[in-house]
């Protein structure tokens, strides 16, 4: 079964960035759809970025054009590159898989079996 760890949260000022690790074990990431969901206090998890395996990927509009989610098949990981933070991306940051047939919308989190157990960012204005 294939488990997930995150790394790379911190605490960082508005307009700063961070790098978000998702390492991926018992299992090729390759096989995988994956995402990254964030949950603030009080708040409902929601999708932040997807990418499929042929490496299609899908954003929130909040996040568009500052985040970029890839995937480094040697290094069975995925990154989450989070540019120009704004205070309300303060949140836990998790990382999901999956990899059956789905009709799910790729940024649900119905959508995912597996999760990590998350990594704090938070960002000060």
């Known amino acids: 079964q294939v488990q997930l760890v995150e790394s790379g949260g911190g605490s960082v000022q508005a307009g700063g960035s961070l790098r978000l690790s998702c390492a991926v074990s018992?299992?090729?990431?390759?096989?995988?759809?994956m995402g990254w969901f964030r949950q603030a206090p009080g708040k409902e998890r929601e999708g932040v970025a997807s990418i499929e395996r042929d490496g299609y990927t899908s954003y929130a509009d909040s996040v568009k054009g500052r985040f970029t989610i890839s995937q480094d098949n040697a290094k069975n990981t995925m990154l989450l590159q989070m540019n120009s933070l704004k205070p309300e991306d303060t949140a836990m940051y998790y990382c999901?898989?999956?990899?059956?047939?789905?009709?799910?919308?790729?940024?649900?989190?119905?959508?995912?079996?597996?999760w990590g157990q998350g990594t704090q960012v938070t960002v000060s204005s």
């Open positions: 018992g299992d090729s990431a390759s096989r995988y759809y």
């Open positions: 999901a898989a999956s990899r059956g047939a789905t009709s799910y919308p790729r940024l649900s989190r119905d959508r995912y079996r597996a």
